[in-house]
């Protein structure tokens, strides 16, 4: 498991009962651990949803505001970032000036690219608040879909192996 289950494990260490923890977690935040049982698994689906919001962001002009699990932490938010090609990326410890990702949207639509993905780790901000200032200072007739949480059920999806 994660933190939790590392806490809870100290506790059966202090009865006298032996443990063995594995990190599992997808918000890949265990102290000493590269990567973690199940961050794969939901970097590749967060991937494949980002692949199937593209298609639509592309034909309908629009943006998109993605949050996506971590807690604290902004690895499964960098890779998806990356690997999802992602305009723009939000993290925790790093501090983000909105007023600059506006003025980075506003260029993208000078040059006629009326579409992008904003990726954001939850938890940064209120992501409703977050979409409408956007929407608020870009004034252009784009949709802007806020905060798709693909944190919950769909990021810990995976196909049974029989």
């Not at 593209?54 to 505001?65: E, G, K, M, N, P």
């Not at 949050?67 to 999802?84: H, N, P, Q, Y």
């Amino acid at each position: 498991g994660g933190n939790g289950s590392y806490i809870g494990s100290k506790y059966l260490v202090q009865e006298g009962i032996s443990c063995i923890n594995l990190p599992g977690t997808i918000d890949n935040d265990v102290v000493c651990t590269d990567y973690s049982i199940g961050y794969f698994t939901a970097l590749e689906t967060i991937v494949e949803s980002i692949d199937r919001i593209r298609d639509t962001a592309f034909s309908h002009q629009s943006i998109f505001i993605i949050e996506v699990m971590g807690r604290k932490c902004g690895d499964l938010t960098i890779a998806s970032a990356i690997a999802g090609k992602c305009e723009f990326l939000i993290i925790p410890g790093i501090k983000f000036n909105i007023d600059n990702l506006i003025n980075e949207i506003k260029n993208k639509i000078s040059k006629g690219i009326n579409n992008a993905i904003i990726i954001i780790t939850e938890n940064i901000c209120n992501i409703k608040k977050f979409s409408e200032y956007i929407k608020k200072k870009i004034n252009k007739n784009i949709a802007l879909f806020p905060g798709l949480k693909l944190y919950n059920y769909r990021s810990r999806a995976y196909t049974q192996i029989e």
